[in-house]
């Protein structure tokens, strides 16, 4: 069997996983803070032994070496709420989920069952560590330009900020919400400021991954094009050859 055909195999996943973030930027390009993906292609030598005699022949092929964060930042949209925040680029809120602490840019927050500060659906974390509450019973709870969530004039707790070494390596767990990793390195900690009564949008540009969409799929088809003209070539050798 020709070599080729699992070069074109390597292309055609390659543009499968490239559709498949695409896709994922488009569906998430609403959410306020998400960091669109990008995905990093390598091409793999590797050694093919010939038949006849051992001995190695390179073949190229592509493969997904790893998915990385856009860190460009989004566009700032004023909404005048006062739950609503924008970090210095690089900067991540820490909020509260089952698996432990993870971070976002999304600080579109609001106030859930017995006062809890949330984003989204996961408690926000203060300085401390811990969820930061409001009292159900107080006053509106709004944001200070310091990163305090402020009731009835007191302070209920300081959003805890971190930066990353290489914040291009977080793990996406879903939407707006990332996770350390050993690339990453561990979060370090930031003082909180914040821009209070705007957010910041996806830094996704819509028309721009429609457009990568519809030629990742054009390349994809013609992979695959190709995979079908190497299997016919493969069976008319088999036929006409004996022993192929």
Excluded: C, W
Excluded at 111 to 137: K, T, Y
Aim: no cysteine; charged share 15%.
């Amino acid at each position: 069997m020709s070599n080729g055909i699992y070069v074109a195999l390597s292309g055609a996943v390659a543009q499968e996983q490239s559709l498949d973030t695409t896709a994922q930027n488009l569906a998430n390009a609403s959410l306020p803070g998400y960091q669109r993906t990008r995905a990093v292609f390598a091409e793999v030598l590797r050694g093919q032994a010939t038949a006849s005699a051992g001995v190695a022949t390179p073949a190229r092929y592509a493969q997904m070496s790893q998915t990385s964060l856009d860190m460009s930042p989004g566009a700032i949209a004023v909404t005048n709420r006062s739950l609503d925040g924008v970090l210095p680029a690089g900067n991540y809120l820490a909020v509260n989920t089952p698996q432990g602490e993870r971070y976002t840019r999304a600080v579109h927050l609001d106030i859930g069952p017995g006062g809890s500060l949330r984003s989204g659906a996961l408690p926000v974390l203060g300085e401390n560590g811990r969820p930061i509450n409001a009292a159900p019973e107080g006053g509106a709870v709004t944001l200070s330009a310091d990163g305090d969530g402020m009731q009835d004039g007191a302070s209920v707790g300081r959003l805890k900020v971190v930066s990353f070494q290489d914040a291009r390596s977080l793990s996406r767990e879903g939407g707006t919400v990332l996770a350390a990793t050993a690339a990453s390195g561990a979060p370090i900690t930031q003082p909180s400021s914040l821009q209070v009564g705007a957010v910041e949008q996806s830094n996704t540009e819509t028309v721009s991954a429609m457009t990568d969409l519809v030629s990742a799929n054009r390349v994809f088809e013609a992979f695959q094009r190709a995979i079908d003209t190497f299997r016919d070539a493969d069976k008319r050798l088999v036929s006409t050859v004996p022993g192929a």
